[in-house]
């Protein structure tokens, strides 16, 4: 039997470095503490090339830890590496860490696991004419991939510079593949793409303030028995979660002190907070002001907080006694902030409703 530990995008930078370490040395210590024999890291260990560049030598002494204690790591590059990359990452040298980045494959066999790995790459149209060796029988069979796939995910993939290929279900039946170890997408998911589990393991940290990330951050154990292939999550206490709200301004600038408690009640030491403020305002000043001091407020309680200014100004709603009745009105249907979506709609019909008032009074901006 044999153990694997499957993950990919934890996008190691100089920015991040110290939060991105620690989420490296929890996946090391689930390594040990699972026993693995293997570590597979399917792309974007790094965030880009000159981060691969500053860090792959303490990274690469994080690993060599690891082998001594019987844990080999294979690492293929995902398309981040390749960002501003000036080298051919293939010249690189990551002993004993096993870096393929020689297009367009490399095949080789450990433990009774048979490994197809394969670094990004912009297509992967010419797979059909891989030398590939047939399966051994009782063997199994992992491909090692950082790619999209059109039908686990079709997109968006908002990343225009430095955009994945595609790879085909195809793929995965013409090479036989048990599981497929893919990197590339931060939201965990897995399917069976032409006989294969293809699992994306998500990103074991969260990367930046975006929909995507939200959610536990987690990486896949594997335990293979001949040809059996078990797969469970773990998920990252390190790395805390993406965390987004929408919180309601008054028209006097002040924010919704319920909703801001239970905000603050809800994020952690670790997370990333993402708020959105609506409304419609009379003072523009007061309102970025206001906002700042929200930042700052949950920058103390939270590792980075993000507040975006959404609000329209418009002059005099304030005395509008058509903008106090709506306003009244709305206030008793107002749903829970934890009920989200429906919270959300509330916010959006409240703004939209005072824009349509302040319209009417020709002060909308």
């Known amino acids: 039997m044999a153990k694997l530990i499957h993950t990919a995008d934890l996008h190691i930078s100089v920015a991040d470095k110290d939060y991105c370490y620690a989420v490296l040395d929890e996946i090391l210590a689930l390594a040990r503490a699972e026993k693995a024999g293997f570590l597979i890291i399917a792309g974007d260990l790094f965030d880009s090339y000159a981060d691969f560049e500053a860090l792959r030598k303490e990274v690469r002494t994080k690993l060599f830890h690891l082998h001594e204690e019987g844990c080999r790591t294979i690492y293929i ?27 367009p494959f490399v095949f080789f066999e450990a433990e009774g696991v048979e490994f197809v790995c394969v670094p990004h790459a912009a297509n992967y149209d010419g797979y059909r004419d891989w030398k590939v060796p047939p399966k051994r029988e009782g063997a199994a069979r992992l491909a090692v991939v950082h790619a999209l796939n059109s039908t686990i995910y079709t997109g968006p993939d908002e990343e225009a510079d430095a955009r994945a290929g595609v790879i085909e279900d195809d793929f995965f039946a013409r090479f036989a593949v048990d599981y497929a170890a893919m990197g590339h997408v931060h939201s965990g998911r897995e399917q069976r793409l032409g006989g294969a589990l293809a699992c994306y393991p998500g990103s074991p940290r969260v990367w930046r303030a975006h929909a995507r990330e939200a959610g536990p951050r987690t990486v896949r154990v594997l335990d293979i028995n001949g040809t059996t292939i078990a797969s469970r999550e773990v998920v990252m206490k ?7 709200y929408y919180l309601a301004m008054g028209i006097d600038g002040a924010l919704d002190l319920v909703g801001l408690h239970k905000i603050e009640d809800q994020i952690g030491a670790l997370d990333l907070v993402d708020v959105k403020i609506t409304g419609v305002v009379e003072d523009e000043k ?9 930042r700052a407020r949950l920058a103390a309680a939270c ?12 002059a005099e709603i304030s005395t509008n006694g058509l903008a106090r009745n709506f306003l009244a009105e709305l206030e008793a249907i107002k749903p829970e902030p934890e ?10 019909a409240r703004q939209f409703g005072l824009e349509e008032i302040a319209a009417g009074l020709g002060g909308a901006k």
């Open 303 to 314: 590792r980075l907080a993000e507040v975006e200014l959404r609000t329209k100004v418009a």
């Open 286 to 294: 007061a309102a970025a002001a206001e906002a700042e001091k929200l």
């Open 339 to 348: 009920e989200a979506e429906a919270y959300r709609r509330w916010l959006l």
């Open 238 to 244: 390190s790395a805390g979660q993406y965390r987004e």
């Open 77 to 103: 590059p995902g398309n981040h590496e390749g960002r501003g990359a000036t080298a051919d990452l293939a010249a690189y040298s990551l002993d004993p860490v096993q870096f393929y980045a020689k297009a």
